[in-house]
């Protein structure tokens, strides 16, 4: 679609360009369990985003000069794969690695019971495979649904989701275009009883505009949290059913 400055127009009469209204999330798909090798794993997808989480743990940590006597350290590796984006990026951690692992790892420490093992560690890793915009959030969803498959004590879940602006206009979890020519992008987690563990901004908001971001993404992140609660249903209403079979 164009606009009469030649520029993109992403929302006409209501619907953007993958046919989304302002307030409708990418489709989510949730798969528990994936990797035999880890505690706990998930397969995420939003929209064109692939995420796979898994978490190891608690186990010993090395070295040892690491370990925390009251309670568990939680560790969290971010990474995009080499070939996750259409120009192939160097293979590796980076500055950006670094950050989004830190707030990731923030965002999930309030709910983890750490006291439950000290001396210890829980390690998360969080591998995008494809990449198409909100991966910190799509990474910080799957992390928590592999959290609660390792049998990681916690006091809930953590569900992430992000608002944007676009054509001057709030909208819920942006997609890469959206988020490439927006106006602003701002991605928040929360608990299920509607704690912020995080929120970050990067573009320019009103006050109004910020109020109605937050309250999109808190809505956006409600439904989230439903698709997150299935999935764990389903896997362990498997695990019963295979383990009453045997």
């Excluded at 192939?88 to 989004?100: A, C, I, M, T, V």
Aim: glycine letters at 8%.
């Amino acid at each position: 679609m164009q606009g009469n400055n030649g520029n993109i127009t992403f929302i006409r009469d209501g619907v953007r360009l993958d046919g989304r209204r302002v307030d409708e999330l990418r489709p989510i798909k949730i798969e528990v369990g994936v990797l035999s090798r880890a505690d706990g794993s998930c397969y995420m997808e939003m929209g064109d985003n692939k995420v796979v989480a898994a978490v190891y743990g608690p186990r010993e940590v090395h070295p040892r000069h690491l370990q925390e006597v009251s309670r568990a350290i939680v560790r969290y590796r971010y990474n995009m794969a080499s070939f996750s984006v259409e120009e192939r990026r160097r293979p590796g951690p980076d500055r950006r690695s670094y950050e989004l692992s830190k707030v990731s790892r923030e965002a999930l420490e309030p709910v983890i019971l750490t006291s439950y093992f000290p001396r210890s560690v829980i390690d998360i890793f969080v591998e995008v495979l494809q990449a198409d915009a909100g991966t910190r959030t799509a990474g910080i969803n799957a992390a928590s649904v592999a959290l609660a498959d390792a049998g990681i004590p916690m006091k809930g879940l953590i569900t992430s989701c992000a608002a944007g602006k676009v054509d001057g206009q709030v909208v819920l979890d942006p997609m890469k275009e959206e988020d490439n020519f927006g106006q602003a992008d701002l991605p928040i987690a929360i608990t299920p009883w509607g704690d912020i563990t995080l929120i970050q901004m990067d573009g320019d908001l009103s006050r109004d505009e910020f109020r109605q971001a937050v309250e999109l993404a808190r809505i956006g992140c409600g439904k989230i949290y439903e698709i997150q609660r299935k999935a764990l249903l389903d896997r362990y209403c498997q695990m019963e059913s295979a383990a009453q079979e045997a």
